[in-house]
């Protein structure tokens, strides 16, 4: 028997338990062992529920206790998870989590800890939920070399811009809905300003690329700024817009961001919607793939977990996961990285397109209806052109990459 303890029995942790009691004998079968939680760390009490009796309060009892040999951390934050995870892997305890923001920022040190001690530390669920991820990067896909990743990886942001295409409804009004859904936290600024998707490619391109993203060099901007306005032109274009984390390799430079993109039908991120998430990665030899599914939500995350769980107690004593170099590895400047872009401009087509065609060049007009502005479409041209060309017509209010 595999004995194991949970941090942390909110959202994902009482799926865990879910998951691990609702599934006990097939698990057991893949496992090669029956896997039975011995403890459940929280701060608080859950009188009457089953967990009360594996409760404790101390995390002292579980990591002293020789008898757990897998912990899983699903407590979310940095402190004390990352404390606590140490602790476990230095004291030869296999730790499997959820946490993104523990694993972009301290996933290099805990891997390296992981393969001195000869355990693991395993990160599916961090980055796309319930899909499957990184396991297909770091062994199906190994032939390979990648040369992009692609992806709606945060489902709160993909349903509230999915409402708003669909309702032309109001990023705020979305906003409270979800929330009110429980899609999103009561404090959405890691979703919606994009921290959360920013911190899964670089968790995701450090796996790919054979070197460590450092996740505060990624350029990052989320949906905020995202109008009704947007959305009508975004369908007069037969385009939808979405919040998409992206790395690309070119020859020997590499490029990471994250921010809305407006992405048309033959694109195959177009047609996902609300709370789903998609992954999208070339290889060199494999060509195109897409990974789809329930990006977020208590039991699919929590099979993901226990999918890395079952893993580490088939390997108890054998460092499976791949190395995470410490090299760092250097992006472009933002300003480098070519797009096309949708721009909006007070006033009217008639008065100011040829202004527009005198700074910009050849550009596409869209119609959309919208009174008292224009959009159009530019050239494929590098962020850094695109802002000294903007500086210099009057009346930009906004402006969205558009998706080759």
């Known amino acids: 028997m595999v004995q194991a303890a949970v941090l942390g029995y909110g959202t994902v942790g009482s799926g865990v338990v879910e998951v691990l009691e609702t599934n006990r004998e097939s698990i057991a079968k893949k496992a090669g062992e029956e896997i039975r939680i011995k403890y459940v760390l929280d701060l608080k009490d859950f009188p009457g529920q089953p967990v009360e009796k594996v409760l404790v309060h101390d995390y002292e009892t579980i990591v002293n206790d020789p008898e757990i040999q897998v912990v899983v951390e699903v407590m979310g934050g940095v402190e004390p998870a990352y404390t606590f995870t140490k602790r476990a892997l230095e004291a030869g305890k296999c730790v499997c989590t959820s946490n993104k923001e523990l694993v972009a920022r301290h996933g290099l040190e805990l891997l390296e800890l992981a393969k001195e001690k000869n355990v693991n530390y395993m990160f599916e669920a961090s980055c796309g939920g319930g899909i499957p991820i990184i396991r297909p990067l770091t062994s199906s896909l190994t032939a390979d070399e990648i040369d992009e990743i692609s992806g709606i990886l945060n489902g709160t942001t993909n349903y509230i811009l999915t409402e708003m295409a669909e309702k ?237």
Request: with cysteine; net charge negative.
């Open 168 to 404: 032309y409804a109001d990023f705020q009004e979305v906003l409270k809905e979800a929330q009110e859904k429980g899609y999103a936290e009561r404090n959405p600024e890691a979703d919606v300003e994009g921290c959360d998707a920013c911190r899964k490619i670089a968790i995701l391109s450090s796996l790919a690329y054979g070197a460590h993203v450092n996740y505060e060099n990624i350029y990052t901007e989320g949906i905020t700024k995202i109008t009704v306005e947007d959305m009508k032109y975004a369908a007069a274009m037969d385009k939808s817009v979405k919040l998409l984390a992206t790395s690309k390799r070119e020859g020997d430079k590499f490029s990471a961001m994250v921010c809305p993109v407006l992405v048309g039908r033959d694109n195959p991120l177009y047609s996902v919607s609300g709370v789903f998430n998609a992954i999208f990665v070339h290889g060199n030899m494999l060509g195109d793939a897409m990974f789809y599914g329930s990006g977020a939500g208590k039991l699919p995350t929590a099979s993901a977990v226990v999918g890395d769980v079952v893993d580490c107690a088939k390997h108890l004593h054998e460092n499976i996961m791949p190395a995470w170099s410490s090299k760092e590895l250097e992006l472009l400047d933002r300003k480098e990285i070519t797009h096309r872009f949708f721009v909006r401009v007070k006033g009217s087509a008639s008065e100011k397109l040829e202004q527009a065609k005198a700074v910009f060049g050849d550009v596409r007009l869209v119609e959309a209806g919208v009174t008292g502005e224009f959009g159009f479409v530019t050239e494929l041209m590098s962020e850094g052109e695109f802002e000294e060309k903007a500086e210099k017509l009057p009346g930009m209010i906004s402006r969205i990459r558009v998706r080759a």
